[in-house]
């Protein structure tokens, strides 16, 4: 299940959202569905996505968008 950046948007101040995105993926766990959250931006929204449960973030606080020689070099290429 994917959570849209204006899901997440406030979820480290705001305890509100916070409880939506916990509810969110609280649902998706009981569907089976592992948890991306899309547009993670600033340092302290992955760890409060960890803390409601997510599986997954992306967003411009890990990396503008590549493409997939970009992607390669700096993510794969080093594993190998």
């Known amino acids: 299940m ?3 950046k204006g899901i997440i948007n406030n979820c480290v101040t ?4 916070r409880s939506i995105v916990k509810g969110m993926v609280k649902t998706g766990r009981i569907t089976g569905a592992m ?3 899309e547009g993670a931006e600033m340092p302290e929204q992955p760890e409060a996505l960890r ?5 997954y973030a992306q967003g411009y606080y ?3 968008p590549l493409v997939p020689e970009e992607f390669e ?7 190998a």
Request: hydrophobic content about 30%; overall charge negative.
């Open 2 to 4: 994917k959570l849209d």
């Open 14 to 17: 705001d305890p509100v959202s």
């Open 35 to 37: 948890c991306l959250a």
């Open 51 to 55: 803390e409601s449960g997510c599986d």
């Open 62 to 64: 890990y990396n503008k």
């Open 73 to 79: 070099q700096k993510y794969l290429v080093a594993l």
